[in-house]
């Protein structure tokens, strides 16, 4: 039987998970479908998603078609939690996207759809909510190829749209035809000459579906089940099984990781080749550790079941592997990517989405312990490594990155229901970034001037393109000294790019080592090594800091701060008074339209300036103001003071602070 991981996507509200009950009773896995708002579904098993009605983490359930058996991933539909969805897009084979018929294309629908192109997951389209009050077809059907994609095929027809009768109507029309037509020569040469048969216009319809070129449209309700069957038919037959050979080299990766009842790390894995089997020892990760899985389990009929092995094409949930990470590749990738990038530590997967641009300080209630707290921020980081908990020594005080203000609603009823700690939080900040504005250098040398570390480090920074990240390359001969040195080197790097000249993280730049030197193993007759005469890695990882600033002091940097693309829609005779209000937050309209009456104004805002905005616009616009944004870019701060962000290492900005720390903490 082939498999098929499909992910369910949508924006908020759109019935996704509504959706996912329906296709488990009409597969015969579940006897009675639940309802959010009543806190049974499936896959929301947290109590926290049951009280709120949202979904806040992945959830993987397992269900029969004729031919196919489908892991379906239900995915959070807010936009504070989309890192929840980027993990989750790595694994999957095709996509089901959830629009609502009332509401319509959303921006997190946007974010979504454009998303899905890039990746190019084949992608089937449902417009769900046809019985509700206000929903429309042919405006809906407008949206998506005005707004999405123009690849749009609607896969038949929705009669009786805001009544409980209303259904969908299945069949292939002109407009399908159309669509499919710009992507296939041939149907186009039979299209010309006016016989195209209805075999022919399926195989093509599948085959570009396949290819994530076309996306087939169904109209429908997850609550009465109007369109679900044909949309069935289209997961089995229009999307790709997965693949992977059994018999193969281990390959995998790591999309969620949750912690068991008592407390051992649990990872949910997708297999792409080989076979893991209980008992195996494995490699993981991008540093290449190793552990041995001492249980395996897979889904199957809504459950997941033990098994002995997970194989290609399927998804399990692995025990034993205690230091597991969300990202982390499994096998053969794991080794090739710690041989490939020098053993670093780091997630394997890509971003596809824009990081977090929010951060605030976790305020620990009466008797809170501080250690308690900063060990539960860890573990919830451990399952959302963008929490990115921060902790400041010198303040006590530790700080999360976030997308919004629900997910820090989230994160505080989380440690209170489930580690029994009472949080508030200080108000939320923009995180902004650094970017090097030219080259700089600086090397210290061993046993010279004020150096008071067994090594010598040269580095040099220069700017790279944005979005390029960290790139860290060798001037210097690999066999100049020990390996480990150079690791030592290039993780202090890395780590010391996490606070810039400002404090914000410093990207896009080439940080190449220049220079390099080392005190060799010294030892005394009749004695042991003397460390005190020979380098170790301590040497460089104490040297670094001090050189890297010292050659980003020489290049400069520039503080970024991020920015929201936006469209507001809003009547035209407000116009007069949204622009002074938008300059006054920053915000740059780039393109002004009229659509009738109304005004769409498209343009991009500091994301710090969103929240006023959303606030402001119902007294601008006499309500009837609509404003979409999601982040888009960095751009320089230009305006008012530059903001900096307090540190939280050893300070290498100044230099006696830092050695004092360094040197003491060393025992030095």
Not at 96 to 112: D, I, N, P
Not at 128 to 153: H, M
Not at 620 to 634: P, V, W
Request: glycine share 12%; aromatic share 4%; net charge negative.
């Amino acid at each position: 039987m082939h498999l098929l991981n499909l992910g369910i996507l949508a924006h908020v509200d759109a019935g996704k998970t509504s959706l996912t009950e329906r296709l488990l009773h009409s597969a015969g896995v579940i006897d009675e479908i639940g309802r959010v708002d009543d806190g049974n579904t499936r896959t929301d098993t947290l109590a926290l998603e049951r009280q709120r009605g949202i979904t806040i983490k992945s959830a993987v359930v397992s269900f029969p078609l004729d031919g196919v058996t489908v892991n379906l991933i239900d995915t959070p539909g807010h936009p504070d939690f989309i890192a929840e969805v980027e993990r989750v897009l790595g694994v999957l084979d095709g996509a089901v996207l959830v629009v609502s018929a009332v509401e319509g294309v959303q921006a997190q629908t946007r974010v979504l759809m454009r998303t899905l192109r890039r990746l190019r997951i084949p992608t089937l389209v449902f417009v769900n909510k046809i019985d509700r009050r206000g929903a429309g077809e042919e405006a809906v059907l407008r949206a998506l190829a005005a707004r999405l994609t123009r690849s749009v095929v609607p896969m038949g027809r929705a009669t009786g749209l805001g009544t409980r009768d209303a259904r969908f109507v299945p069949g292939l029309g002109q407009a399908a035809l159309d669509v499919l037509a710009d992507h296939d020569d041939e149907l186009l040469a039979a299209y010309v000459e006016g016989a195209v048969p209805h075999d022919r216009l399926r195989a093509v319809l599948g085959e570009r579906t396949r290819q994530a070129l076309v996306h087939p449209v169904y109209f429908g309700s997850a609550v009465t089940g109007a369109g679900v069957p044909e949309l069935m038919t289209g997961i089995e037959e229009l999307l790709p099984a997965a693949g992977g050979d059994p018999d193969g080299p281990l390959s995998g990766t790591v999309f969620k990781v949750e912690r068991g009842p008592a407390g051992e790390k649990v990872a949910y894995a997708r297999i792409f080749s080989g076979t893991l089997r209980v008992r195996d020892r494995i490699p993981f990760g991008a540093g290449a550790e190793e552990g041995r899985v001492t249980a395996v389990s897979v889904f199957d009929h809504g459950t997941d079941v033990r098994e002995e092995s997970v194989g290609a094409g399927r998804i399990g949930r692995l025990w034993g592997l205690g230091g597991i990470r969300i990202g982390d590749t499994l096998g053969a990738a794991a080794r090739a990517s710690a041989a490939g990038r020098g053993g670093v530590p780091g997630a394997a997967y890509d971003h596809h989405f824009a990081p977090p641009t929010l951060e605030t300080v976790v305020v620990p209630g009466p008797g809170v312990d501080r250690r308690s707290l900063h060990v539960a921020l860890t573990q919830l980081a451990e399952q959302d490594p963008l929490i990115d908990v921060r902790h400041d020594e010198v303040r006590q005080e530790t700080s999360v990155s976030l997308y919004g203000e629900v997910q820090k609603e989230v994160v505080q009823a989380t440690l209170a229901d489930e580690y029994g700690l009472d949080v508030t939080f200080r108000e939320t900040t923009t995180i902004c970034v650094e970017r090097p504005v030219g080259t700089g250098a600086a090397v210290e040398y061993n046993k010279k001037d004020a150096n008071p570390f067994l090594a010598t480090v040269g580095l040099r920074v220069d700017p790279a393109p944005v979005g390029s990240g960290v790139d860290f390359r060798l001037e210097v001969e690999l066999g100049a000294m020990p390996y480990a040195f150079f690791k030592a080197v290039e993780d202090t790097v890395r780590e010391t790019l996490g606070q810039g000249l400002h404090g914000w993280r410093v990207s896009d730049c080439t940080v190449t080592m220049t220079h390099s030197g080392y005190s060799p193993r010294q030892s005394h007759a009749h004695q042991g090594f003397d460390k005190s005469m020979s380098s170790t890695g301590a040497d460089f990882r104490g040297l670094t800091p001090l050189v890297l600033v010292e050659a980003l002091r020489r290049a400069g940097t520039q503080v970024h701060e991020p920015m929201h693309r936006f469209r507001l829609e809003a009547p035209a005779d407000t116009l007069g008074a949204l622009l002074p209000v938008l300059a006054r937050l920053g915000a740059v309209p780039q393109t002004t339209g009229t659509h009738g009456s109304l005004c769409v104004l498209e343009g991009a805002v500091p994301a710090a300036r969103v929240h006023e905005l959303e606030q402001r616009l119902p007294g601008l616009t006499r309500g009837e103001g609509e404003l979409e944004s999601a982040f888009d870019h960095y751009a320089p701060v230009t305006r008012g003071t530059v903001p900096e962000r307090p540190r939280t290492d050893h300070n290498p900005l100044n230099r006696r602070e830092y050695l004092l720390n360094v040197t003491n903490r060393l025992g030095g």
